[in-house]
């Protein structure tokens, strides 16, 4: 769960810094170690699949509240690879498609998913 908030300490970093695609990218990688932090507590190991999506479908067989979860924060899965990736894209590239706007989209929607781990982790 530390990594998962030094990536999002990150993620503000990088979009204060104008980097908006990387700091899409930081937010998703602090929900996926967010999610697999809480994963890895309820015993798990060798975990398959590495998006928010795949994790919070795990995460679910464990509680429930996950899958409403899914459905709020999956969109970060789209942030994993076009943010970085010039051949992901339509045209041009991601530091020129990437805006203020994703960044703190992707940064509340991390927020939100390291809080509710956060209350999951402490019961």
């Given at each position: 769960m530390r990594q998962a908030e030094d990536d999002l300490a990150a993620a503000r970093e990088l979009q204060g810094s104008g980097?908006?695609?990387?700091?899409?990218?930081?937010?998703?990688?602090?929900?996926?170690?967010?999610?697999?932090?809480?994963?890895?507590?309820?015993?798990?190991?060798g975990m398959l699949g590495r998006g928010v999506i795949d994790l919070c479908n795990r995460a679910g067989g464990f509680d429930?509240?996950?899958l409403d979860l899914k459905r709020r924060i999956s969109i970060l899965d789209a942030y994993y690879l076009p943010t970085r990736y010039p051949n992901f894209?339509?045209?041009?590239?991601?530091?020129?498609?990437y805006g203020r706007d994703q960044a703190r989209g992707a940064m509340a929607l991390a927020?939100?998913?390291l809080?509710?781990?956060?209350?999951?982790?402490e019961r």
């Open positions: 980097r908006h695609n990387l700091a899409c990218f930081m937010a998703e990688q602090a929900a996926v170690k967010a999610l697999r932090a809480y994963l890895y507590g309820c015993g798990e190991e429930q509240g996950f894209l339509p045209s041009g590239i991601p530091a020129e498609v927020d939100e998913a809080a509710f781990v956060r209350t999951r982790l």
